[in-house]
């Protein structure tokens, strides 16, 4: 069983900045990917951003340059520090771990970018 705590989603002002944190735990080893995805209302769920545990890094386009992707493999955890939000990037982020034993989905972290 493998368990998920994110945090860090909430309500921001445009311009703003968030830092996401996904803590994974359980039967869960040698996690060579950790990342970030979002739904939001209506649409498919896509890929923010991604790492592998030797440091290779993928981002979605409409994020690259404002959305900074990092990993603590010691913790278990990985975090994504998002500045510049836009209106777009309303939507609820959720934490993806794949390991040998496949891949796994925390429930997500709320994003609502508002006035």
């Known amino acids: 069983q493998v368990q998920f705590v994110e945090s860090g989603g909430g309500l921001v002002q445009p311009g703003g900045s968030l830092r996401l944190s996904c803590v994974v735990s359980?039967?869960?080893?040698?996690?060579?990917?950790m990342g970030w995805y979002r739904q939001a209302p209506g649409k498919q769920r896509e890929l923010v951003a991604v790492?592998?545990?030797?440091?290779?890094?993928n981002y979605a386009d409409s994020v690259k340059g404002r959305f900074i992707i990092s990993r603590d493999n010691a913790k278990n955890t990985v975090y994504l520090q998002m500045s510049s939000l836009k209106f777009e990037n309303t939507a609820i982020y959720l934490c993806y771990v794949a390991s040998r034993g496949g891949g796994f989905w925390g429930q997500g972290t709320q994003v609502t970018v508002s006035s």
């Open positions: 359980g039967s869960i080893f040698n996690l060579y990917v």
């Open positions: 790492t592998t545990n030797g440091g290779g890094t």
